[in-house]
């Protein structure tokens, strides 16, 4: 039930792009994305609704297909402060609840 | 102001004691939640209230027993702690539950439980 994010970790360098991948094996209805740094709590970057919408935010976009019930979190020219744990979360809808992934860590070095 | 709080940020204790954590919100949210983080930083959603009613209980152990006196307050008390329930615990809130849910989950900073 709780879905699959690729990959665990990635280590950029400042100015470089990164994909993370969210997957699910259950029909959704909303794909919600959360950034959070070490000590601190998860914060919100943004919500896709079924309906296969992308959605951006500065240089951070995503984008959901609900068919392939998956997610992708596009970061593009990375800056440090894009560092952190990212986590998708997922509702199906039926119940009040979002279900995190295992999280993906991305260091940004300059 | 804070829009989500919780007391207290740290906590250390003996297995065996009982402890609990608040949480308020300011946000006029209908709907609380508790998010368990553990060292693998999994997090988990452990309950959820809507209006003071418990709407979700993820086969989370009796000894974690949630009150909602209000729907800007969500406790959490903890009997009989264990090794295993240490861990960070998020408290969280929302608006609209089910099918009008689509609203961003806001935080709070977390209460780190350590049980020795």
């Known amino acids: 039930q709780q879905p699959v994010q690729s990959p665990q970790a990635v280590i950029l360098r400042e100015g470089e792009d990164a994909v993370i991948n969210c997957s699910s094996s259950?029909?959704?209805?909303?794909v919600h994305w959360y950034r959070q740094k070490h000590g601190e709590a998860p914060v919100f970057l943004m919500i896709l609704l079924k309906g296969g919408e992308q959605k951006g935010h500065e240089k951070i976009s995503a984008s959901f297909n609900e068919k392939k019930q998956q997610s992708s979190l596009y970061l593009t020219a990375s800056q440090l402060s894009y560092s952190g744990t990212y986590f998708c979360?997922?509702?199906?809808?039926?119940?009040?609840?979002?279900?995190f992934g295992s999280g993906t860590r991305l260091s940004i070095r300059p | 102001d804070t829009a989500v709080s919780q007391t207290p940020k740290y906590l250390v204790t003996q297995m065996g004691n009982d402890k609990s954590i608040k949480c308020e919100q300011n946000l006029g949210h209908d709907t609380m939640y508790w998010y368990k983080q553990d060292s693998k930083k999994f997090l988990k959603i452990m309950f959820s209230?809507?209006?003071?009613?418990?709407?979700i209980n993820e086969t989370v152990p009796n000894r974690f027993s949630p009150k909602s006196p209000d729907k800007a307050h969500l406790n959490l008390h903890i009997n009989s702690l264990e090794l295993g329930d240490s861990a960070v615990y998020f408290c969280?809130?929302?608006?609209?539950?089910?099918?009008?849910?689509?609203?961003?989950?806001?935080f709070g900073e977390g209460s780190r439980l350590t049980v020795l």
């Open positions: 209230y809507n209006n003071k009613e418990l709407i």
């Open positions: 259950k029909a959704l209805y909303s």
């Open positions: 979360g997922t509702d199906k809808g039926s119940a009040s609840k979002i279900i």
């Open positions: 969280a809130s929302s608006q609209g539950t089910g099918r009008t849910f689509g609203g961003e989950l806001f």
